[in-house]
């Protein structure tokens, strides 16, 4: 019988048992066994060896990163454009809706972007905003309120909102 733990740690009983009863199958041959236990001792030796110094250098990367990288909240706002009397929100609209309610609360910036989507099986267009910002109760009230003017001013059902953590550097 080969001696599996010749030169190398395995590090539990349980390896030990699994390469031996590999080796122990009366369908391989002795040739077989050979390769396959070095192989095997091999793959070993080298998860063992190397594992922990890789695991340690990225929690050393991950540790680095987490100091300049704030984590904050990103926000995904989908605003369809159809109307229920079969016509759209304009460009104008979307324009002044943006101008009077949503700059005005969140004056550090955001995106928009054009997107097209299917609801309820028809395609529409929409706008998504995109917006980052620090968690707190008053950038939730002040989106809240945005969803709200949309679909009152819009008539529309409902405004798809997506929320993230996320981390940041600026």
């Known amino acids: 019988m080969l001696n599996l733990q010749s030169s190398c740690d395995f590090g539990t009983p349980d390896r030990i048992a699994i390469a031996q009863s590999l080796t122990n199958s009366p369908k391989l ?3 077989r066994i050979g390769y396959f ?3 095997f001792l091999a793959a070993v030796c080298w998860l063992n060896l190397f594992t922990p110094v890789v695991f340690a250098r990225d929690l050393e990367l991950l540790a680095q ?3 300049t990288r704030e984590i904050w909240i990103k926000e995904e706002l989908y605003f369809g454009r159809g109307l229920p009397d079969g016509s759209m929100v304009s460009d104008e ?3 002044e809706f943006v101008e009077t309610k949503i700059s005005p609360l969140f004056p550090d910036g955001f995106s928009i972007l054009d997107v097209n989507g299917y609801y309820l099986h028809n395609r529409e267009q929409a706008k998504l ?13 002040s989106l809240t309120e945005i969803i709200n003017n949309y679909k009152e ?3 529309q059902e409902s405004v798809l909102r997506v ?3 996320v981390r940041v550097q600026f």
């Open 29 to 31: 041959s002795s040739r």
């Open 37 to 39: 236990a070095i192989s």
């Open 65 to 67: 990163e987490s100091e």
């Open 93 to 95: 609209q979307w324009r």
């Open 129 to 141: 905003l995109i917006i980052l910002h620090p968690n707190s109760l008053e950038a939730e009230r």
């Open 153 to 155: 001013e819009f008539q």
């Open 163 to 165: 929320r993230d953590r």
